[in-house]
């Protein structure tokens, strides 16, 4: 049986490699270990072990990947040439990072950054403005990233209230929470994707659901990281769209993502069935393309014969797969 095939919205494919590894510390903690892998890698690395998440995310359901990409320009060419090889519909969310980080993330300007974009756009790479969060912007950056964006009808992606230290230290330099800085320096708009938003204000959530843009929420990753959790029923009171990714890929499985983000609604409210079906569906699928600016994407397949669906009814097959079972049930479709 076929499926629309899932959409991991954001993705860090080379964060996979950290599996496994110490889960003690805080966020901050993992970053620093995250940094060090970042730094050791080569663009060989990149195109090895790139096919080889990107297969694995293909084989586990999601058939679209927005890989947000801040390892360098030739790195980026090296994860779409691995993500043709794997099979699934691909855009590069390349960072654009101008302070902090490590040396090789780093752009000398939005000028050199953005000829970059348009040298990958004139390859045939589907490309998405990403401004990697305000850390790494400053203000007249965002500025420049938003317009150009908005000007050439292009996604925008940017992490952004992941972390109250990163809020504190927004506050700190600029008086303003993050989204409101985004919204501040033409940021937000309907091609605006927000990253984790897990812990955004009431005034931020109005924020984006006046500009009509939507939050990517990555419960595994979230969860893994200890980063807290998105404050579901008030953004879906809002009318905010949501998508799901896979991030740094601790694990790949769709169905987890909505059942967590389902989860933690239901632990949020007190009652159950906060979000609907087809809102997890679409969350899972439909809202993730549309972040990405992708018109058509690979389907998946259901196993029906798998034991996890033994007893179930032909109509309630879509319930008991996101309710009841893991992307073992899933592969990838024969012709594709």
Not at 47 to 62: D, I, K, S, T
Not at 145 to 152: D, F, I, R
Not at 197 to 224: F, K, M, Q, S
Not at 256 to 279: H, Y
């Amino acid at each position: 049986m076929q499926i629309q095939g899932f959409v991991a919205a954001h993705c860090h494919a080379f964060q996979r490699a950290l599996r496994g590894r110490d889960g003690g510390g805080d966020f901050w903690t993992w970053r620093d270990g995250m940094l060090a892998l970042a730094e050791s890698l080569t663009v060989a690395d990149i195109r090895r072990e790139y096919v080889e998440v990107y297969r694995e995310l293909r084989a586990n359901g999601f058939t679209a990947v927005g890989e947000f990409h801040y390892l360098g320009l030739e790195e980026a060419r090296a994860a779409a040439e691995a993500a043709a090889e794997a099979g699934v519909a691909f855009v590069l969310l390349y960072a654009c990072y101008l302070r902090g980080g490590i040396h090789r993330f780093r752009q000398s300007s939005v000028s050199e950054y953005l000829e970059h974009v348009e040298a990958l756009r004139a390859e045939g790479i589907r490309v998405g403005i990403a401004p990697h969060s305000v850390r790494a912007c400053p203000p007249d950056a965002l500025r420049e990233l938003g317009a150009y964006a908005a000007a050439l009808e292009l996604p925008l992606h940017v992490h952004a209230d992941e972390q109250p230290r990163e809020i504190e230290e927004c506050i700190a330099e600029t008086g303003m929470r993050p989204i409101e800085l985004l919204d501040e320096t033409g940021c937000l708009g309907p091609r605006t994707t927000i990253v984790h938003a897990t812990h955004a204000d009431g005034h931020e959530l109005d924020l984006l659901a006046a500009a009509a843009a939507r939050i990517c929420v990555c419960p595994t990753t979230e969860a893994n990281l200890g980063d807290g959790f998105l404050p579901v029923a008030r953004v879906l009171h809002r009318g905010i769209r949501l998508c799901v990714g896979s991030d740094s890929n601790v694990r790949i499985d769709p169905l987890e993502e909505l059942r967590e983000l389902e989860g933690i609604a239901r632990r949020q409210t007190g009652t159950r069935g906060v979000m609907s079906l087809d809102a997890l569906l679409a969350a899972g699928g439909a809202e993730g393309a549309a972040a990405l600016g992708l018109d058509t994407w690979p389907d998946a397949t259901i196993d029906l014969d798998h034991p996890q669906l033994r007893g179930v009814e032909e109509k309630s097959v879509y319930d008991a797969l996101v309710f009841g079972c893991s992307s073992a049930v899933l592969w990838k479709t024969s012709d594709q």
